[in-house]
């Protein structure tokens, strides 16, 4: 970490930390607001077929959701992790330092920026659905 000074690196906990309590508080009223939106399927306010699948298709929204928050909270702690062992900035796939800027921009960044486009060209159709 010698290419983040003390400010920087105080700077990017600040963010990280900043950003862990505000997925925290999303993931928490996702949750309330899904078991409210359970609540009210099982009181039987779904009457037909169509509103049932609407229903349960805004429930798998709004699971997929959270999920996307969870995983973002979980880089966020690795990285808090990673700072704490003085392994943060570093990039996972060349061991080079990751610019300022980059964490500054995604403070969970775990490559740089040369890495992460060659992971993203790599992978640019994984998940893409084929006939």
Do not use: F, W
Not at 1 to 29: P, V
Not at 60 to 72: M, P
Request: net charge negative; hydrophobic share 40%; glycine share 6%.
């Amino acid at each position: 970490m010698k290419h983040l000074d003390g400010t920087q690196l105080a700077r990017l906990e600040e963010l990280l930390r900043a950003q862990g309590s505000a997925l925290r508080e999303e993931i928490r009223k996702e949750l309330l607001e899904s078991d409210e939106e359970h609540h009210k399927d099982l009181a039987g306010l779904v009457e037909d077929s169509a509103d049932e699948a609407v229903a349960n298709m805004l429930v798998d929204l709004g699971i997929a959701v959270i999920d996307r928050h969870v995983n973002e909270l979980r880089e966020v702690d690795a990285a808090l992790a990673r700072l704490a062992r003085g392994t943060y900035g570093i990039c996972s796939e060349c061991a080079r330092e990751i610019d300022y800027e980059r964490l500054a921009a995604y403070p969970a960044a775990t490559r740089c920026v040369r890495c992460q486009e060659r992971r993203e060209k790599a992978y640019a159709h994984e998940g893409t659905p084929t006939l």
